[in-house]
């Protein structure tokens, strides 16, 4: 059973810019949650979505969005990027919303802002 | 504040030398508690999964343990491969969406030969 896979797995950008990031979620899943990973704040949850639908946003500013498709892929976008949007951004998918199931994360996308 | 905490921060072991991870939490409910071992530039792996105190879950040479405010990681004749960062996570109790894991700093495990 193949995992979460993200693309790419690496991305230079400079500021000002903006940036999608894609994730496919593990098949079967229908939901998918995306975190930023710094050395130091550590994972920090950015957004949940569901059925295309977001459930649940984390603390971080309008600039961040994402949205799911129909077959559960989801991508993240980062508008007008700034040397602390430099991170590992790392998706996890779980089958289901509404009760605890176990998420399963991708090997992330390093994003490094000039 | 939904909070967890997670100590030490690093530890270094000698291969066969068996010791324990800390993972404090203060969250309003608890609906689950995850452990993660993570490597360097690689995604979280996930490792258990525990719903309510007393409950404990064992694979290979760990053994997770939870109480009402924290959970243990006990690792047994640690082996050079264990060596990782090791990540707690909690979901909380709040109505709707529980895709809102909230996560400890870590613990950054060394085992030495």
């Known amino acids: 059973k193949a995992g979460v896979t993200q693309t790419p797995r690496y991305l230079i950008k400079t500021r000002g810019q903006q940036v999608t990031l894609s994730c496919s979620p593990i098949?079967?899943?229908?939901?998918v949650s995306w975190y930023q990973q710094t050395p130091g704040q550590g994972l920090q949850f950015l957004f949940e979505?569901?059925?295309?639908?977001?459930?649940n946003k984390g603390n971080f500013p309008g600039r961040f969005s994402g949205r799911q498709f129909s077959n559960s892929r989801s991508e993240m976008n980062v508008s007008t990027l700034e040397l602390g949007d430099s991170a590992l951004y790392l998706c996890?998918?779980?089958?289901?919303?509404?009760?605890?199931?176990?998420?399963?994360f991708g090997p992330g996308t390093r994003l490094t802002v000039l | 504040e939904d909070q967890v905490t997670q100590s030490p921060e690093a530890l270094r072991l000698q291969e066969g030398e068996s010791s324990s991870l800390n993972c404090s939490y203060t969250?309003?409910?608890?609906?689950?508690l995850f452990w993660y071992r993570q490597d360097p530039g690689k995604g979280p792996e996930f490792l258990f999964t525990?719903?309510?105190a007393g409950e404990e879950k064992e694979k290979e040479r760990l053994k997770a343990t939870l109480t009402k405010k924290e959970s243990f990681l006990h690792i047994t004749a640690p082996k050079p491969e264990d060596s990782a960062t090791y990540l707690c996570?909690?979901?909380?109790?709040?109505?709707?969406?529980?895709?809102?894991?909230?996560f400890g700093k870590g613990t950054k495990l060394s085992v030495k030969p």
């Open positions: 996890a998918s779980s089958r289901k919303t509404g009760d605890a199931d176990t998420q399963y």
């Open positions: 098949s079967g899943h229908r939901s």
């Open positions: 979505y569901f059925s295309e639908t977001q459930r």
């Open positions: 969250v309003s409910g608890l609906r689950g």
């Open positions: 525990l719903y309510s």
């Open positions: 996570a909690v979901t909380p109790n709040y109505g709707g969406s529980q895709g809102n894991l909230i």
